[in-house]
């Protein structure tokens, strides 16, 4: 037994993280989509402090306990914070030393820091006055203050003195209500005005009779967990809607503020809204700059060269239906237009031999088309059934919408059990042709989602495979039951990789095959593209087959705890990072099998959630052509030498330097695919 180790996970995800932020460091890539990196690096933080940094907060609390039995890291959270500051000055130093002036040699100044020029002084003033002022909400603060500040959203904290009384006063700042950024036009310079300083530099206005001794930004991050009762015995929307009402009243877990706060009123601040658990963060005067991405200047000189939608030419004018049954189809977003996944749904929705139409859910666009062509079919006589996942993070309020407008046309809504999510992404169209049932459906490694469609890279496989598309069916019968797996439900899935079921046994077994070929002294490989590696026994698995010589190449954007090339445990696995202008979110696996490659794809990642508390389907590819393209995309990304970074022994981002001619392979693919019409 070889002896293995693992990186953690949330240094593994602060890294991505940190992968993101070079992004918005090289002057290679445009200056507006540079702003919009540092806008994404920001975001993923908040997203951190709200979904892993609780997690952090406990393992601290519990690493203390002498009853403690859990092995926990030392100085866990003392090293992701310091992650997490040394990236926070490189951001600073990133915007203030390179994109600002960048910025200003282009005619555009934000004003940062600074008071903003005489010159947009009365154009400022008067949208003050006439659009900001009436959002304004001002709360004198004391011990007994009832005022409860929002989750992550910006405010001040105001010291005023009069004669001899000093107060504190917390005032929002209302960038939810209105743009976080002002333009004006000056001859020939742009400027660009934060919303904060607007209101900062107006404070007199909204105090007239004071004396304004100090104002501080500030935001509290909190806990964005829900907790959902198994035992619960009404409707589970229901259930969610309660404790979503709950989740921004969760526990503070990252109090930042600007520096300069005088002792007592931190202290006062403090107490009045239970930050004593927090991480108490001092940062600079701007929060939230995730609003970055609505930055207000356009540019196409500044921006990235615009990709025009490819149109896939597997299919014409004639039906789509017809075309599947011919040939598997394969749809690679956001390269190709997502036009013929819509009518997919567009045709079933008003084919009148269409019978029953079956599909999952899990993110759905905020204006779907989707749903409405599944609430269309609903009208039109057409049994539709649809799992909704109302416990996608974030996006429960916008499925709950969905949920309830498809069940009032009579759409059959199946919800997953709490204690399992389904992550699966497949639909199954049943028609009756002469008397006769035919199956056509979507597998696909991304949500039936046509705005993140516009930029994650996924792939959508259409097929009339009766094999794979009869196990869809009993995997909707089984989801309707809304019960766990257990001996007496379990399906012996032989085509599909169903979480629950076989996708982890059939992973390990696909992998034992190429160990046992390396150990004949075979050719044996494994290319492996997923989001988040974590989970330790396919990790082992993977440790073992280097070991055993077997050859792995693994494209991993996020999180992952495999430490690639460490002598006698992984020397024969090689790990890159791709971060480019496209989201990489497909999940696609490739087993060498004595060069007759064993293809998959899917919905599943590796972590202990994907495996262990969700239903995923992976899926096989058994169309050659199909086939052949995943392969031609996939050995274009292994390949890249511009965009990519390979994970070292340290998990560090490595920039990748050799001679090879430069591959970017997001724009190779994107030729690839334009050429192959």
């Known amino acids: 037994m070889i002896e293995t180790s693992f990186f953690n996970r949330d240094l593994s995800w602060l890294k991505f993280n940190e992968r993101v932020l070079m992004e918005a460091e090289r002057e290679s890539v445009p200056l507006l989509e540079r702003i919009k990196f540092l806008s994404i690096f920001s975001s993923n933080l908040d997203e951190f402090y709200r979904v892993r940094m609780p997690v952090l907060l406990a393992l601290e609390k519990l690493s203390s306990r002498e009853d403690n039995d859990i092995h926990i890291e030392e100085d866990l959270l003392k090293r992701a914070n310091q992650l997490i500051s ?37 154009s400022i003033t008067q949208y003050f006055l006439s659009q900001v002022l009436a959002f304004l909400q001002p709360v004198f603060i004391d011990e007994k203050t009832q005022f409860f500040p929002a989750n992550n959203e910006l405010y001040f904290l105001i010291t005023l003195k009069k004669d001899s009384d000093t107060k504190a006063v917390i005032l929002n700042i209302p960038s ?13 310079e742009t400027f660009v005005v934060f919303l904060d300083d607007i209101i900062r530099f107006h404070l007199n206005r909204i105090f007239p009779n004071d004396e304004i001794t100090g104002c501080f930004s500030f935001k ?44 007592n009123v931190l202290v006062l601040v403090k107490k009045i809204f239970n930050l004593k658990k927090a991480n108490n963060i001092e940062g600079g005067q701007y929060h939230n700059l995730k609003d970055l991405m609505s930055f207000p200047v356009k540019s196409d000189k500044l921006s990235n060269d615009s990709w025009p939608k490819i149109c896939n030419t597997d299919f014409n ?43 999952t859910l899990y993110r759905v666009a905020s204006d779907s088309k989707i749903v409405n062509a599944l609430i269309s079919a609903a009208k039109n006589g057409k049994k539709v059934t649809v799992l909704v996942e109302l416990k996608a993070r974030f996006d429960e309020a916008n499925n709950i919408k969905w949920a309830k407008k498809m069940k009032a046309v009579g759409v059959d809504i199946i919800y997953s059990v709490t204690a399992l999510k389904v992550h699966a992404k497949v639909a199954l169209v049943k028609r009756k042709v002469e008397g006769r049932m035919r199956y056509v459906g979507l597998f696909a490694t991304g949500n039936f989602n046509e705005t993140t469609a516009g930029f994650y890279t996924d792939h959508i496989l259409m097929t009339a495979n009766k094999e794979m598309l009869r196990e869809v069916e009993l995997l909707f019968i089984f989801l309707a039951k809304r019960v766990k797996p257990s001996a007496n439900n379990f399906i012996e899935f032989d085509e599909l990789l169903v979480a629950q079921f076989n996708l982890q046994q059939t992973f390990i077994s696909l992998i034992e095959r190429e160990i046992q070929y390396a150990k004949q002294g075979k050719s044996a490989a494994i290319t492996i593209k997923m989001n988040n590696l974590e989970e330790k026994v396919l990790i082992n698995k993977l440790y073992e087959a280097s070991v055993a010589g077997v050859q792995i190449d693994m494209i991993i954007r996020g999180i992952c705890r495999l430490i690639p090339g460490v002598a006698g445990m992984s020397e024969n696995i090689k790990v890159i990072r ?35 508390r969700r239903i995923e389907v992976c899926f096989p590819i058994y169309d050659q052509k199909v086939k052949q393209e995943l392969l031609d995309i996939i050995n274009l990304q292994k390949q890249d030498n511009v965009q990519a970074v390979f994970i070292n022994e340290n998990m560090d981002n490595v920039s990748i330097k050799n001679d090879q001619i430069q591959v970017s392979s997001q724009h190779a693919i994107y030729e690839y695919l334009k050429n192959k019409n």
């Open 317 to 359: 004018d004639g039906s789509l239906t017809e075309a599947i049954y011919k040939n598997d189809i394969i749809v690679h977003t956001p390269y190709q237009s997502y036009d013929s996944v819509l009518r997919f749904f567009n045709e079933a929705a008003i084919d009148e031999t269409v019978q029953e139409i079956y599909v």
């Open 176 to 188: 939810n209500e209105l743009l976080r950024f002002y333009k004006v036009e000056s001859e020939n």
């Open 86 to 122: 040394d990236q926070q000055q490189r951001f600073g130093k990133i915007l203030k030393s390179s994109i600002i002036p960048a910025l200003k040699s282009n005619k555009i100044n934000l004003v940062y820091g600074e008071v903003y020029p005489a010159e947009i002084q009365k």
């Open 220 to 263: 509290i991050t909190r806990d964005a967990e829900i907790d959902l009762k198994d035992e619960y015995s009404g409707s589970l929307s229901e259930q969610l809607e309660k404790q979503l009402q709950k989740r921004d009243l969760g526990l503070a877990t990252r109090f930042l503020h600007q520096p300069g706060i005088p002792i």
């Open 578 to 612: 791709i971060v480019d202008r496209y989201l990489e979110h497909g999940r696609v696996f490739v087993f060498h099998n004595l060069g007759s490659e064993e293809v998959y794809m899917g919905s599943a990642d590796w972590m202990n959630r994907n495996i262990y």
